[in-house]
């Protein structure tokens, strides 16, 4: 079965970076782009960042260009997000999601993110 598991969360201090992973398994990696959401208390999820099949085109919300990059690794089933320049604003649960060719959306369990001093 599909799964998505990430990693990376933690504490860190406004303008610091977090370097976040999402491991894919149970399904072609290659074959599907991925995207990280995040959500913030009482807030809704959010797209935060999206990247094509072969990694050629991404995307990001305005509020994170320029400071959040975006890649995937084919050999290790893996989409990362770089994040720097981090803000108390980014402070969120972040979410790895894919969409199967039928449109069901998969989701892993999510990693907290806090920027704090």
């Known amino acids: 079965q599909v799964q998505l598991v990430e990693s990376g969360g933690g504490l860190v201090q406004p303008g610091g970076s977090l370097r976040l992973s999402c491991a894919a398994s149970?399904?072609?990696?290659?074959?599907?782009?991925m995207r990280w959401y995040r959500q913030a208390p009482g807030k809704e999820r959010e797209l935060v960042a999206g990247?094509?099949?072969?990694?050629?085109?991404?995307n990001y919300a305005d509020s994170v260009k320029g400071r959040f990059t975006i890649s995937r690794d084919a050999a290790k089933n893996t989409v990362h997000l770089q994040m720097n320049s981090l803000k108390p604003e980014d402070t969120a649960v972040y979410y790895c999601n894919t969409l199967s060719t039928r449109g069901n959306a998969y989701w892993g369990q999510g990693t907290q993110v806090t920027v704090s001093s």
């Open positions: 990247i094509t099949t072969a990694g050629g085109r991404t």
């Open positions: 149970g399904f072609t990696f290659s074959s599907y782009a």
